[in-house]
């Protein structure tokens, strides 16, 4: 879930696989593998995000990640990578980052999109950071090109977005927005919740939307919960339709708003 996947980028900084090649650019942050993985040029990384190596947590597909080595998010690990540059999320401690600074690594932080600007703002920050600014142009019209809107409501229709673990995308997120852009009305304002709140299966069943977008399968408790989600749901008698939209699609903003488009576009 989106929540669990920021207390392991926090927390974690366990990686494994080969050693680092010294002197490159090394990122710590799976949003932003995703977008070196469409702009940067071969050879030009030396490691990414060690999440990036997990089909349940990678943004960037999975055979690029993987044909770089791992690294953490700990200050020993990437100061023993000895990079020229880190490219990083802003969410590492105030403690590792002042580590880092003192170990002379120079490095760019990068927030979590909220909007499709910030989004691709951010693409254009990286791609300017490792001297790539063509390929990132490039991406940023792909990202447009998905935007435009092709459904063909009248009006706009009742949807939802809701992670496995029940929270839902409210206002103020990007997948907000996207919903917006893809022609939908997004149902957590009916149920006055606010971006990032659980939304009780009762409450749903109650007042269905006419559209769900969520994951199809999960681990460990979430997934008992997801299956008496789906069994219910199919009680509505097909008021509302279930559309399949995996969990990865919630933590990053950059190319996998493409992906997300592709699922919005019914």
């Not at 030396?46 to 998010?73: E, Q, T």
């Not at 142009?137 to 673990?165: C, F, P, T, Y």
Request: with cysteine; aromatic share 4%.
């Amino acid at each position: 879930m989106r929540i669990g996947w920021f207390l392991a980028l926090l927390l974690s900084g366990c990686s494994s696989g080969p050693a680092v090649a010294p002197g490159g650019i090394v990122s710590a942050n799976p949003c932003i593998d995703a977008v070196l993985a469409e702009i940067a040029a071969p050879g030009q990384i030396a490691a990414v995000s060690a999440f990036s190596h997990k089909a349940d947590s990678a943004s960037a597909p999975l055979a690029w990640a993987r044909k770089h080595p791992a690294v953490g998010i700990t200050a020993e690990e990437i100061i023993a990578a000895r990079p020229r540059l880190l490219l990083t999320g802003n969410l590492a401690s105030a403690g590792t980052n002042a580590a880092l600074t003192k170990a002379g690594v120079k490095m760019i932080t990068f927030g979590v999109p909220a909007t499709v600007q910030e989004s691709l703002l951010q693409v254009r920050q990286v791609s300017q950071a490792v001297g790539r600014e063509a390929a990132g142009e490039a991406l940023v019209g792909r990202i447009e090109n998905s935007l435009i809107r092709s459904n063909s409501h009248s009006s706009k229709i009742s949807a939802l977005i809701w992670q496995a673990g029940g929270f839902v995308a409210g206002k103020g997120t990007l997948q907000d927005e996207l919903l917006a852009r893809a022609g939908f009305s997004n149902a957590s304002e009916t149920y006055g919740l606010k971006q990032w709140e659980q939304l009780p299966l009762e409450t749903v069943i109650r007042k269905p939307p006419a559209v769900i977008f969520m994951a199809s399968s999960a681990d460990g408790d979430e997934a008992r919960i997801l299956a008496m989600r789906q069994r219910m749901i199919a009680r509505l008698g097909g008021k509302t339709r279930i559309v399949p939209f995996p969990d990865k699609l919630l933590f990053c903003g950059g190319p996998t708003i493409i992906d997300v488009m592709h699922v919005l576009k019914l």
